[in-house]
């Protein structure tokens, strides 16, 4: 089991797709990354987990945002993220199936640290994934006690 040191950052996974969000948590898992990983299928979710979060434990969060939610568009959660002080310093990664030029760079310019295409092909997406995880497992996240 890994020191305690590498489980201070939650994971919040912001994703719809029920079989997509196994996949990333799957592929994450396989590329070492034991974090705690909190699964949101909507916006109003995960923007209560990391209020939630901040209150009671504050601690850092790693947040992997879908852009196609059903009560709200992962900008607006990028927005929300970025513009309040508390939470500004946490890594954003837009994972999408949004490849439109505009759609990326207004991302990057809300604050966004890494943008990822999901291809629609399994292969592609599962590559991606363990891209992604082998990612998390070198990234260094900013404490609460950094924002202040």
Same mark, same amino acid.
């Given at each position: 089991?890994?020191?305690?040191?590498?489980?201070?950052?939650?994971?919040?996974?912001?994703?719809?797709?029920?079989?997509?969000?196994?996949?990333?948590?799957?592929?994450?898992?396989?590329?070492?990354?034991?974090?705690?990983?909190?699964?949101?299928?909507?916006?109003?979710?995960? =923007?209560?987990?990391?209020?939630?979060?901040?209150?009671?434990?504050?601690?850092?969060?790693?947040?992997?945002?879908?852009?196609?939610?059903?009560?709200?568009?992962?900008?607006?959660?990028?927005?929300?993220?970025?513009?309040?002080?508390?939470?500004?310093?946490?890594?954003?990664?837009?994972?999408?199936?949004?490849?439109?030029?505009?759609?990326?760079?207004?991302?990057?310019?809300?604050?966004?640290?890494?943008?990822?295409?999901?291809?629609?092909?399994?292969?592609?997406?599962?590559?991606?994934?363990?891209? =992604?995880?082998?990612?998390?497992?070198?990234?260094?996240?900013?404490?609460?006690?950094?924002?202040?």
């Amino acid at each position: 089991m890994a020191p305690k040191e590498h489980h201070e950052v939650t994971i919040l996974m912001i994703e719809d797709d029920l079989g997509h969000a196994r996949l990333i948590e799957k592929n994450i898992r396989r590329a070492g990354v034991m974090n705690e990983v909190l699964h949101a299928a909507d916006g109003t979710t995960a =923007l209560k987990y990391l209020s939630e979060g901040l209150t009671t434990r504050q601690r850092p969060f790693l947040v992997l945002l879908d852009l196609n939610l059903p009560d709200m568009s992962g900008t607006t959660i990028l927005e929300h993220l970025k513009s309040d002080p508390a939470l500004r310093r946490f890594p954003v990664i837009v994972l999408t199936t949004t490849d439109d030029e505009r759609e990326i760079q207004r991302c990057y310019d809300l604050g966004a640290n890494v943008y990822i295409t999901k291809p629609v092909d399994y292969e592609d997406f599962t590559t991606a994934i363990r891209q =992604l995880g082998l990612f998390l497992a070198v990234m260094q996240v900013p404490s609460a006690d950094d924002a202040a």
